[in-house]
Each structure stands twice: as C-alpha cells, then as structure tokens.
C-alpha cells in the first residue's frame, strides 16, 4: 500500500492522516480514495476499519488518505474539493454531516457514505433503489421497533424511555421522530433531550435521569462520542439502556442488539469496486444492513444487579 501524508492548515481541530499500499501501483488495479471521517468514536472507526480491509483483501491496490474533521463541519467542503483535485476515484464519507458537505462541495467525483440513517431524508440520494447523481452508499438504519421490543422483554417494567441527541445531525432527528411512534404504539412514554455540544452533555444527563426508567443510545455521532459520561451517569442512576450498535456498549451502555460497522465498511468497499470497474454511481443501490448482533457490558450488568441467567444474555457476546 503507497503511503502518502497530507498537511492540510485548516483548523487545529482537523486530524489529518494518511496511509496507503507499500507497493502500490498506477495499473488499473489501483483505486484512489479521499476519506472523510466525521468524528472520532468506534463506530465509525470501524467504518473507515472494514472499508479498507475489505478492498486489501480484494487485491487493490489501495491509495487513500484521511481527514477526520473532528466534529467540525466547516472543514468538511475543503476536505473534498482538495481530495476532488487530487484526482481520486471516489471520496468515502463517514456520517451524514460528511456526507451531505462533500456532495455540496464537489461536481463530478462519486461519493460512498457509510453511517447513514437515512439517506433519502439527508438529501443524499433521490431513492434508495434508485439514488441518481454522484452520491451512493451503506446506510446503518436497523428497525428501532424491534431493538426496543427485544430490550422489553428483559426490562417489562420499562416506562418511561430517554433519550440523548444531537440537534445538529439529521440522522438524530429522523430516529427521535421514529421512536416518538414506536414508544406511543407501546404505551410508553419518551423523555428527549437535544444538545448542541459534548459540553452540554453532563448537565443533560443529570436532568435526563431523573424522569426516566431505561434509555436508548441512538446512532448518534455526539451522543456516541460521549457515551462514556452517558452510561457513568445511568450506572449513578441505576438505569438500564441498550444502544443502536455495539461501540457504546463497549463505554458502558449495557446492551445492543445492532449493526456491526466493520461490515458496513465491507459492503461500502464493494461498492467502491464496483465504481471502480465503471458501474455508474446513480445506479448502484444503497445497502441496508440485515444482521444483527447482541453485545452486553458485563460490567454495567454487574453495576445494575443484573443477574447472569437475565434474558439479556441470551445469545449474547458480552465485553467488559
């Protein structure tokens, strides 16, 4: 893999990396590609993981850099205009934020997205089946029913349901809307609180816990980056949650029956082949993931006074 290092002057919140093939070369073997991350947390680490992998293994050989933009927006329309002039074959845009300002930035190089929920909503594409233009990709969307449905079943008693987001991300406002429905449908009630920062976290937190009974860790880019301080104060609070994918499980969210974003970094790894090998990107399908995992915090259970024989471990892997 050829290794190249971009020096981009932008913002001192902009972590610029690079690597690529040590024995690259110019064959029509080679794909070049531009990545902009969104932020920093596992989930979409694991993205950005799967997405290289998979074409390594495919026997490309692979030229990419990085821009994790850190959270910050305006960084992202510079990101892609430099990667568009440097000729690569297409940009891979981690999250929606990543995603709609690359395509607001650049006039003819394709764009994959991973780690969005809802592409038609975000204006990224015209349909899934169909998206048209530049843009296509792997959306992250997995029924929020059948999540908080499956948690249920370990925590009946479960009325009133929490929930923590970003008011800056469409992805997070598409999904409170959806579990509005889904918590209404089942007698439920919802208790939401949207944040502008992750500096607004503990003070929303601290107001969160005391009017709600469970809560849900949805695929949101902020909400993720703080999961930690989230599941600190649920532990405080003797709160069982559950989460949208495994990342905040792994911070302490106590459970997930969710997506695994190293294979949607694999599934967005094919679709770059197959621009690569000259399918037009307007016609190539957004991919939805149909697997799901169970992932419990052994810790946070033992926190909570969850015994081993609860229905939540049931299938389960379990990490600490």
Do not use: W
Not at 218 to 235: F, G
């Amino acid at each position: 893999m050829k290794k190249r290092l971009i020096v981009i002057v932008m913002s001192l919140a902009l972590l610029l990396t690079a690597c690529g093939s040590k024995n690259g070369s110019t064959d029509d073997n080679t794909i070049k590609v531009g990545i902009i991350q969104f932020s920093q947390h596992v989930a979409l680490d694991r993205a950005r993981e799967g997405f290289i992998k998979q074409l390594e293994e495919d026997g490309f050989n692979l030229e990419y850099d990085i821009v994790n933009v850190q959270g910050d927006i305006s960084l992202i329309p510079t990101s892609a205009k430099k990667f568009e002039s440097d000729g690569v074959d297409l940009i891979y845009a981690i999250a929606t934020p990543a995603a709609q300002g690359a395509m607001n930035a650049v006039e003819n190089t394709p764009i994959v997205f991973n780690a969005v929920t809802d592409p038609v909503k975000a204006e990224l594409v015209a349909s899934n089946e169909k998206p048209g233009g530049i843009v296509t990709g792997v959306s992250d969307y997995f029924s929020i029913r059948t999540q908080l449905e499956n948690f249920l079943e370990a925590f009946p008693e479960s009325k009133s349901l929490g929930v923590l987001y970003s008011t800056g991300e469409t992805n997070s406002e598409s999904q409170v809307n959806e579990l509005k429905e889904i918590t209404t449908d089942l007698g439920m009630e919802l208790v939401e609180i949207g944040v502008n920062t992750t500096n607004d976290v503990p003070q929303a937190m601290q107001s969160l816990t005391k009017k709600i009974d469970s809560y849900v860790a949805i695929l949101d880019n902020l909400a993720s980056s703080s999961a930690n301080i989230i599941s600190e104060e649920l532990i405080k609070n003797k709160i069982p949650s559950f989460a949208s994918e495994g990342g905040p499980v792994e911070n302490g969210i106590l459970m997930s029956d969710g997506i695994d974003y190293e294979k949607l970094g694999e599934e967005a790894a094919k679709i770059a082949e197959q621009i690569k090998n000259g399918e037009n990107v307007g016609d190539i399908p957004v991919v939805f993931s149909k697997d799901i995992t169970r992932i419990v915090n052994k810790n946070t259970a033992d926190k909570l006074e969850i015994k081993e024989d609860s229905k939540i471990f049931e299938n389960a892997e379990v990490t600490e």
